[in-house]
Protein backbone atom coordinates (compact mmCIF):
# COMPACT_ATOMS: atom_id res chain seq x y z
CA UNK A 1 0.00 0.00 0.00
CA UNK A 2 3.50 2.20 0.68
CA UNK A 3 2.95 2.62 -3.15
CA UNK A 4 0.24 4.05 -3.95
CA UNK A 5 -0.37 7.64 -5.72
CA UNK A 6 -4.15 8.08 -6.10
CA UNK A 7 -7.28 6.95 -4.06
CA UNK A 8 -10.69 8.31 -5.03
CA UNK A 9 -13.46 6.70 -3.14
CA UNK A 10 -15.91 9.81 -4.05
CA UNK A 11 -19.47 9.13 -3.54
CA UNK A 12 -19.41 5.77 -1.79
CA UNK A 13 -21.76 5.94 1.07
CA UNK A 14 -18.76 5.69 3.48
CA UNK A 15 -19.43 6.92 7.44
CA UNK A 16 -17.49 7.19 10.22
CA UNK A 17 -14.15 8.90 10.58
CA UNK A 18 -11.23 9.44 8.27
CA UNK A 19 -8.69 6.50 9.29
CA UNK A 20 -5.74 8.43 10.33
CA UNK A 21 -3.45 5.43 8.81
CA UNK A 22 -4.06 7.23 5.20
CA UNK A 23 -1.06 9.56 6.59
CA UNK A 24 1.54 6.27 5.91
CA UNK A 25 0.53 6.62 2.58
CA UNK A 26 3.70 8.46 1.41
CA UNK A 27 3.45 8.25 -2.37
CA UNK A 28 -0.27 9.24 -2.36
CA UNK A 29 -0.83 12.19 -5.12
CA UNK A 30 -4.22 12.03 -4.75
CA UNK A 31 -7.12 11.61 -2.13
CA UNK A 32 -10.57 12.28 -2.96
CA UNK A 33 -13.52 11.16 -0.50
CA UNK A 34 -15.84 13.90 -1.07
CA UNK A 35 -19.88 13.40 -1.51
CA UNK A 36 -19.80 10.65 1.43
CA UNK A 37 -20.83 10.74 5.05
CA UNK A 38 -17.49 10.88 6.86
CA UNK A 39 -18.02 12.28 10.22
CA UNK A 40 -15.21 13.70 12.94
CA UNK A 41 -11.92 15.83 12.59
CA UNK A 42 -9.47 15.64 9.58
CA UNK A 43 -6.61 13.41 10.90
CA UNK A 44 -3.28 15.97 11.10
CA UNK A 45 -1.65 13.13 9.67
CA UNK A 46 -2.74 13.66 6.44
CA UNK A 47 -0.33 16.89 6.71
CA UNK A 48 2.61 13.61 6.60
CA UNK A 49 1.72 13.12 2.89
CA UNK A 50 4.25 15.25 1.62
CA UNK A 51 3.29 14.59 -2.16
CA UNK A 52 0.23 15.27 -1.79
CA UNK A 53 -1.23 17.48 -4.59
CA UNK A 54 -4.92 17.33 -4.66
CA UNK A 55 -7.14 16.88 -1.59
CA UNK A 56 -10.91 16.71 -1.83
CA UNK A 57 -13.33 15.78 1.47
CA UNK A 58 -16.01 18.38 0.40
CA UNK A 59 -19.39 17.66 0.89
CA UNK A 60 -19.57 15.42 4.55
CA UNK A 61 -20.03 16.23 8.18
CA UNK A 62 -16.36 16.70 8.99
CA UNK A 63 -16.22 18.91 12.10
CA UNK A 64 -12.90 20.73 13.82
CA UNK A 65 -10.26 22.81 12.26
CA UNK A 66 -7.70 22.35 9.63
CA UNK A 67 -5.09 20.60 10.80
CA UNK A 68 -1.74 22.61 11.79
CA UNK A 69 0.00 20.07 9.92
CA UNK A 70 -1.16 21.11 6.59
CA UNK A 71 1.41 23.75 6.48
CA UNK A 72 3.54 21.05 5.10
CA UNK A 73 1.79 20.05 2.31
CA UNK A 74 3.97 22.27 0.30
CA UNK A 75 3.06 20.38 -3.31
CA UNK A 76 -0.36 21.00 -2.40
CA UNK A 77 -2.37 22.28 -5.61
CA UNK A 78 -6.05 21.63 -4.79
CA UNK A 79 -7.87 21.91 -1.49
CA UNK A 80 -11.78 21.60 -1.12
CA UNK A 81 -13.69 21.17 2.29
CA UNK A 82 -16.46 22.47 0.95
CA UNK A 83 -20.01 21.59 2.42
CA UNK A 84 -18.56 20.50 6.16
CA UNK A 85 -19.15 21.34 9.30
CA UNK A 86 -15.44 22.91 10.11
CA UNK A 87 -15.08 25.96 12.48
CA UNK A 88 -12.46 28.00 13.55
CA UNK A 89 -10.21 30.61 11.66
CA UNK A 90 -8.80 29.74 8.78
CA UNK A 91 -4.92 29.05 9.31
CA UNK A 92 -2.79 30.99 7.79
CA UNK A 93 -0.60 28.52 6.70
CA UNK A 94 -3.40 28.33 3.76
CA UNK A 95 -1.59 31.43 2.36
CA UNK A 96 2.16 30.09 3.01
CA UNK A 97 0.92 26.68 0.88
CA UNK A 98 3.04 27.66 -2.42
CA UNK A 99 1.54 25.76 -5.12
CA UNK A 100 -2.11 25.96 -4.01
CA UNK A 101 -4.13 27.14 -6.85
CA UNK A 102 -7.51 26.16 -5.95
CA UNK A 103 -8.99 27.08 -2.58
CA UNK A 104 -12.52 25.68 -1.58
CA UNK A 105 -13.79 26.46 1.77
CA UNK A 106 -17.20 27.36 1.10
CA UNK A 107 -20.21 26.37 3.18
CA UNK A 108 -18.84 25.90 7.04
CA UNK A 109 -18.97 27.18 10.19
CA UNK A 110 -15.21 29.61 9.90
CA UNK A 111 -14.66 32.84 11.60
CA UNK A 112 -11.83 35.14 11.76
CA UNK A 113 -10.58 36.90 9.01
CA UNK A 114 -9.07 35.69 5.61
CA UNK A 115 -5.44 34.86 5.81
CA UNK A 116 -3.74 37.80 5.12
CA UNK A 117 -0.70 36.22 2.77
CA UNK A 118 -3.39 34.22 0.60
CA UNK A 119 -2.46 34.60 -2.92
CA UNK A 120 0.98 35.54 -2.39
CA UNK A 121 2.42 32.41 -3.59
CA UNK A 122 1.65 33.52 -7.62
CA UNK A 123 -0.26 30.70 -8.49
CA UNK A 124 -3.42 31.32 -6.72
CA UNK A 125 -6.48 30.97 -9.49
CA UNK A 126 -10.00 29.69 -7.45
CA UNK A 127 -10.84 30.90 -4.15
CA UNK A 128 -14.01 29.95 -2.94
CA UNK A 129 -15.03 31.18 0.59
CA UNK A 130 -18.73 31.95 0.71
CA UNK A 131 -21.15 31.23 3.37
CA UNK A 132 -19.40 31.10 6.33
CA UNK A 133 -18.87 33.42 8.91
CA UNK A 134 -15.34 35.37 8.23
CA UNK A 135 -14.95 38.65 9.32
CA UNK A 136 -11.97 41.63 8.68
CA UNK A 137 -11.27 42.67 5.17
CA UNK A 138 -10.35 41.65 1.83
CA UNK A 139 -6.52 40.45 1.35
CA UNK A 140 -4.55 43.10 -0.88
CA UNK A 141 -2.37 40.56 -2.16
CA UNK A 142 -5.10 37.87 -3.60
CA UNK A 143 -4.12 38.45 -7.52
CA UNK A 144 -0.64 38.79 -6.79
CA UNK A 145 0.50 36.15 -9.21
CA UNK A 146 -1.78 37.96 -11.39
CA UNK A 147 -3.07 34.55 -11.99
CA UNK A 148 -6.45 34.56 -10.30
CA UNK A 149 -9.62 33.68 -12.33
CA UNK A 150 -12.73 33.34 -9.75
CA UNK A 151 -13.20 35.01 -6.06
CA UNK A 152 -16.46 33.96 -4.36
CA UNK A 153 -16.66 35.53 -0.77
CA UNK A 154 -20.40 36.22 -0.76
CA UNK A 155 -22.27 35.26 2.63
CA UNK A 156 -20.13 36.39 4.83
CA UNK A 157 -19.25 39.24 7.12
CA UNK A 158 -16.60 41.08 5.65
CA UNK A 159 -16.13 44.69 5.54
CA UNK A 160 -13.80 47.51 4.06
CA UNK A 161 -13.16 48.20 0.98
CA UNK A 162 -12.74 46.16 -2.00
CA UNK A 163 -8.83 46.47 -3.08
CA UNK A 164 -7.76 48.14 -5.74
CA UNK A 165 -5.03 45.49 -7.43
CA UNK A 166 -8.98 43.43 -8.23
CA UNK A 167 -9.25 46.21 -10.62
CA UNK A 168 -5.60 44.93 -12.29
CA UNK A 169 -6.21 41.39 -12.06
CA UNK A 170 -6.61 40.37 -15.77
CA UNK A 171 -7.42 37.40 -15.58
CA UNK A 172 -10.13 37.57 -13.39
CA UNK A 173 -13.45 36.11 -14.73
CA UNK A 174 -15.92 36.04 -11.78
CA UNK A 175 -16.23 37.77 -8.82
CA UNK A 176 -18.77 37.30 -6.10
CA UNK A 177 -18.78 39.50 -2.93
CA UNK A 178 -22.47 39.87 -2.26
CA UNK A 179 -24.44 40.18 0.65
CA UNK A 180 -21.29 41.41 3.04
CA UNK A 181 -20.71 44.87 4.32
CA UNK A 182 -18.28 46.09 2.22
CA UNK A 183 -17.69 49.71 1.79
CA UNK A 184 -15.80 52.43 -0.33
CA UNK A 185 -15.60 52.46 -4.06
CA UNK A 186 -16.08 49.73 -6.87
CA UNK A 187 -12.36 49.57 -7.99
CA UNK A 188 -11.25 51.77 -11.19
CA UNK A 189 -10.59 49.13 -13.85
CA UNK A 190 -12.80 46.41 -12.48
CA UNK A 191 -15.14 46.60 -15.88
CA UNK A 192 -12.54 46.39 -18.04
CA UNK A 193 -10.94 43.94 -17.37
CA UNK A 194 -10.65 41.30 -20.65
CA UNK A 195 -12.01 38.11 -18.99
CA UNK A 196 -14.41 39.40 -16.71
CA UNK A 197 -18.22 37.51 -17.34
CA UNK A 198 -19.69 38.10 -14.08
CA UNK A 199 -19.70 40.55 -11.05
CA UNK A 200 -21.97 40.60 -7.96
CA UNK A 201 -21.66 42.81 -5.65
CA UNK A 202 -25.07 43.30 -3.92
CA UNK A 203 -26.30 43.74 -0.43
CA UNK A 204 -22.95 45.67 0.59
CA UNK A 205 -22.42 49.43 1.55
CA UNK A 206 -20.97 50.02 -1.34
CA UNK A 207 -20.14 54.20 -2.75
CA UNK A 208 -18.84 56.86 -5.13
CA UNK A 209 -19.41 56.80 -8.63
CA UNK A 210 -19.95 53.85 -10.95
CA UNK A 211 -16.40 52.74 -12.25
CA UNK A 212 -16.23 53.42 -16.42
CA UNK A 213 -17.00 50.48 -18.39
CA UNK A 214 -15.07 49.50 -21.34
CA UNK A 215 -16.54 50.12 -24.47
CA UNK A 216 -17.94 47.18 -26.76
CA UNK A 217 -16.10 45.68 -29.38
CA UNK A 218 -17.76 45.23 -32.54
Not at 26 to 43: H, K, Q, V
Request: with cysteine.
Amino acid sequence: MTELVRLDAANCGLSGEIPPELGNLANLDTLFLYENGLAGGIPPELGWLRSLSSLDLSENALTGEIPATFAALKNLTLLQLFLNELRGSIPELVGDLPSLEVLQLSQNNFTGGIPRRLGRNGRLQVVHLSLNRLTGTLPPDLCAGGKLETLMAFGNFLFGSIPESLGKCEALSRIHLGDNFLNGSIPNGLFELPNLVRVQLQDNLLSGSFPAVAKCRH
